[in-house]
């Protein structure tokens, strides 16, 4: 079993800076990749991509601590979001699982 906690949401005006992070635990288990999506009221859920982002998001993966973290900077409205820590994990067996945060709420106000 797999946890990911995240931290670091909350409410910040239009063009300031937020950071998540996320740090996985648990016994027996390798990560094959972590990532962030997010899910905006209404809509699907969708990979957070810095390369789409415009240059304002950084993503930084750390291999050794398990964690991932969101830089994001000259945020607008419209990332306003849960974001929501992803990874994909294999066990002892070499099975392969995906595991999901609780989500942390994003509020960009104008």
């Known amino acids: 079993q797999v946890q990911l906690v995240e931290s670091g949401g909350g409410l910040v005006q239009a063009g300031g800076s937020l950071t998540l992070s996320c740090a996985a635990s648990?016994?027996?288990?390798?990560?094959?990749?972590m990532s962030w999506y997010r899910q905006a009221p209404g809509k699907q859920r969708e990979l957070v991509a810095a390369?789409?982002?415009?240059?304002r998001f950084t993503i930084y993966r750390d291999s050794v601590k398990n964690t991932v973290s969101l830089q994001m900077n000259s945020l607008k409205p419209e990332d306003t979001a849960v974001y929501y820590c992803?990874?994909?994990?294999?066990?002892?067996?070499?099975?392969?699982?995906?595991?999901w945060g609780q989500g942390t709420q994003v509020t960009v106000s104008s």
């Open positions: 992803h990874a994909l994990v294999s066990d002892y067996k070499g099975l392969r699982y995906v595991y």
């Open positions: 648990g016994s027996r288990f390798s990560i094959n990749t």
């Open positions: 390369a789409s982002s415009g240059g």
